[in-house]
């Protein structure tokens, strides 16, 4: 390798550092998000009825 392909390495290595670390504030960010939402989120109330309802078809067992 020359000189010049060193210089280019590095400076490609050094834009993936900089995007890593930008991926790794947004996922910061979404779990900050995520958390101060479940924290503040009151339990959701689910109404079913029995026509909502779908069962699994039962499958026999081979023999």
Known sequence: ???NELVELKRKVEQHEKTIVQLME??????R????????AK???I???TKTLKYPRKVSSPQ
């Open 33 to 40: 998000l995520l958390s101060e939402m479940k924290s503040t």
């Open 1 to 3: 390798m020359d000189k």
């Open 43 to 45: 339990s959701p109330t």
């Open 26 to 31: 947004i996922l910061a960010a979404t779990n």
């Open 47 to 49: 109404h079913l009825t």
